[in-house]
Structures are given as structure tokens and as C-alpha cells.
T-cell receptor, first 115, second 114 residues
């Protein structure tokens, strides 16, 4: 079974440009999460989808970040316009729905560098 | 508020030594879940273990063991007879009941020297 995949693995853009990150969760996982790790800091929650609906977007830094999950399958996270402080590793994770808190399965991350 | 503290930023051990990675958490929830993940150089986070707050039994899986102590709010991870392949960043995480977001510590970078 394929794990969580993310594309691209690395992106270098200039301040003010737009970048779109993509995440394909494990097939059948209705929960999809985005996290971000700024160098040396903790991995921080950005938002959570249940199928195509945003369940919790309390971690989104500001309105320059837009996440979508059309059809409840893959998700995209767009940053527009990018700022220097947006640099970091963006992780996507997925888990099945259930009455307990399941472990989340993470992708390899997208390393975003804004120059 | 939920918080996880991994005070050890970097640890180096010689192969075959035992090493313990510390994790201290804060939560007001009575039901919560604790996790450990391994991040090898390839970058992905690999799930290692999940514990719920009602299960304080220690767990052993091969060379890995976990010590959960509610009295000290700790969930420490021990690797016995470390190997070079254990070199990675290890993250401890917490999730409250009814929540879905994980709260991570800053990670501990373990280097096992051959």
C-alpha cells in the first residue's frame, strides 16, 4: 500500500511568488492534516480536513495560505505571496476516521525555501 | 494548553550503548494520547508507538522500550544496544481526546557512532 506522498520534495522561490504544494494521502484515509516545521523548532499544526471539509484551520498563519481538498482525495496548500518566514518543511499526514485518536501517517515533506 | 518538551536537542552515543530520549508533556485533558515518531535522513516521519492515558504499562518492541509515567508526565523512549541505523531525529507528540491535531516537541537528534 502506498504511503503519503508529497510533491514537490523541494521548492525554492523568491519572496512574492506563489507556490503550491500537493499531498496525496493514503487511500481510504478521510483525515488529512498539514503541518509545518521551521528549522529547529517543533512541528506545528496548520489545518485538518475530514474528507473535503476543513475541520480545523486554527493553525494557519494568515490569509496568504490557502488549502483545498477537492473531492476528498488529494490536497493542495498554496502560499501567495510567499514571505521569507514561510520557509520550512511542510508535512502532510493522513489517518482513518474513528472514535479514537489514531496515529497519523506522514509524508516525506516539502522543503520550501523563500529567498 | 497542550505542550511537549524534549529537552535533549542532540545526543551522540557509541554503537551498542543504551540511550534514553526524554519526553515531558503538559495537558489538562484526562484522556489523551502520546506518540513517538522517527525521522530518518530520508525525511518522512515514521510512526513508532501510540499510548493512551489509561494504559501506563511499559512497552517493549525489540530493542525499543517506552516508559510512561503519569505521575511525572513523562513518556521516555529507550533504545537498547544502539545501532547506526538508529541515527535519526525522534519526535514525541501529544493529542487530546476529541482533538485531531498533534502537538510535537522540538525533536531530539540522535547520532550513533560506529
Amino acid at each position: 500500500e502506498a504511503g503519503v506522498t508529497q510533491f514537490p520534495s523541494h521548492s525554492v522561490i523568491e519572496k512574492g511568488q506563489t507556490v503550491t504544494l500537493r499531498c496525496d494521502p493514503i487511500s481510504g484515509h478521510d483525515n488529512l492534516y498539514w503541518y509545518r516545521r521551521v528549522m529547529g523548532k517543533e512541528i506545528k499544526f496548520l489545518l485538518h480536513f475530514v474528507k473535503e471539509s476543513k475541520q480545523d484551520e486554527s493553525g494557519m498563519p494568515n490569509n496568504r495560505f490557502l488549502a483545498e481538498r477537492t473531492g476528498g482525495t488529494y490536497s493542495t496548500l498554496k502560499v501567495q505571496p510567499a514571505e521569507l518566514e514561510d520557509s520550512g518543511v511542510y508535512f502532510c499526514a493522513s489517518s482513518p476516521l474513528g472514535n479514537v485518536v489514531y496515529e497519523q501517517y506522514f509524508g516525506p515533506g516539502t522543503r520550501l525555501t523563500v529567498t | 494548553a497542550q505542550k511537549v518538551t524534549q529537552a535533549q536537542t542532540e545526543i551522540s552515543v557509541v554503537e551498542k550503548e543504551d540511550v534514553t530520549l526524554d519526553c515531558v508533556y503538559e495537558t489538562r485533558d484526562t484522556t489523551y494520547y502520546l506518540f513517538w515518531y522517527k525521522q530518518p535522513p530520508s525525511g518522512e516521519l515514521v510512526f513508532l508507538i501510540r499510548r493512551n492515558s489509561f494504559d501506563e504499562q511499559n512497552e517493549i518492541s525489540g530493542r525499543y522500550s517506552w516508559n510512561f509515567q503519569k505521575s511525572t508526565s513523562s513518556f521516555n523512549f529507550t533504545i537498547t544496544a544502539s545501532q547506526v541505523v538508529d541515527s535519526a531525529v525522534y519526535f514525541c507528540a501529544l493529542s487530546g481526546f476529541g482533538q485531531n491535531q498533534f502537538y510535537f516537541g522540538t525533536g531530539t537528534s540522535l547520532t550513533v557512532i560506529p
